[in-house]
């Protein structure tokens, strides 16, 4: 089936930067989307690109660090759905080069690492719940019409 009435999802990734017991968070600004909440350095997927480097495109972006897509491990896929549908790639990358910094101040409060076992109030839910889906070791959830 083609044209106006096939189905579309929006494609996007997540990273899962990581520091011992800890995982840096991103307090999202100026979006019109849970801005003063917590999320992730995260991003949409633009088409003809595979999603590792979508994922390694949007480090450097947000984070100022840059990844090969080959240092991506896939953690988590959850299929979310509230207004719209959505697929969720969560990524943790192995290493990057640079320092990790807020490189876009205009979206983004600040970057600040929590603990995966005592994450901020202010985290998104389905982000919460895709952080514990990864630490309990699943590879797919489902965030279905629960507010994000």
Known sequence: MSG????RMIAEVYLLFRRG????????????????????????????????AAAAREALEEAG???????LTLRLVMHR????????????PAR??????????????ELRWASVVD?????IPYIREAIRCVEAGETYAAWWNRPD
């Open 65 to 71: 660090v840059a990844i090969d897509p080959a240092d």
């Open 119 to 123: 994450l901020p109030e202010e985290t």
């Open 96 to 109: 990057w080069a640079g320092e990790l910094v807020n490189a876009e101040p205009h979206k983004c409060d």
């Open 81 to 92: 759905k509230s207004e719209d549908e959505r697929l969720g790639f969560f990524f943790a």
């Open 4 to 7: 106006p009435d096939r189905f």
């Open 21 to 52: 017991d800890e995982i840096l968070l991103s307090k999202r600004a100026n979006t019109g989307y849970q801005d003063g909440r917590y999320g992730l350095v995260s991003g949409h997927v633009d088409g003809g690109e595979p999603l590792a």
